[in-house]
Structure formats: C-alpha cells, structure tokens
Nanobody
Framework: VQLVESGGGLVQAGGSLRLSCAAS????????MGWYRQAPGKQRELVAR???????NYADSVKGRFTISRDNAKNTGYLQMNSLKPEDTAVYYC????????????WGQGTQVTVSS
C-alpha cells in the first residue's frame, strides 16, 4: 500500500491550496483518513479526519477554514485549505487506516505547505 500526497506549495496569507492523497495497492477498503501536520520544532498534530461514513472532525485552529473530504471510488482523500495563515506552514502528512486483513495504518511521504505573510 502506498499513499501519495500532492498539492502543496507556497501561497500568500489568505490564499488557498487543495491537498490530495491517493492510496494505491492491494486492499478492500479504507477506514478513516486523516491529515496531520508538523511544523519545525513542533510535534505532529492532527488537522482533520474523516471516517468511511463521512463523519469529520477538525483541529480547533482550522475549523471554518479547512474542509476534509474523500472519494471512496478513487481511494483518494482531499484537504481544501482556505484563508491560509503563516502559522499553517508545515509539512502535511496523509494517514489512512485499513481494516482486516491489513489491520494497520499507513502514512504518506508528506507535502510542504508554506504560507507567506
């Protein structure tokens, strides 16, 4: 199983980016998918998470600005990021949880998001 992220880059404060996470390999389905981020010198933190049924939860710092979604037919998750702030600058990682028989989760390689002031 491989998770490949795309969509990161450099954007000015107030701008938008859309991250994608495509899962490939041998599996039946994906349970929850999530986006995490890690800024320099800080711990990795949860940004947003979505279950297979579409229930979502967000970090307080991104509520109202970020939207997580998924396309189960394409095994792809998305993170729409609007009204970006310099403090959103980080490496963003995709995480996907797989049920039996894999019974584990996988991480993407990360994509850099830089927001300039």
């Amino acid at each position: 199983v491989q998770l490949v992220e795309s969509g990161g880059g450099l954007v000015q404060a107030g701008g938008s980016l859309r991250l994608s996470c495509a899962a490939s390999g041998t599996f039946f389905r994906i349970n929850a998918m999530g986006w995490y981020r890690q800024a320099p010198g800080k711990q990795r933190e949860l940004v947003a998470r979505i279950t297979s049924g579409g229930s979502t939860n967000y970090a307080d710092s991104v509520k109202g600005r970020f939207t997580i979604s998924r396309d189960n037919a394409k095994n792809t998750g998305y993170l729409q990021m609007n009204s970006l702030k310099p403090e959103d600058t980080a490496v963003y990682y995709c995480n996907a949880d797989f049920p039996w028989p894999l019974s584990t989760d996988y991480w993407g390689q990360g994509t850099q998001v830089t927001v300039s002031s």
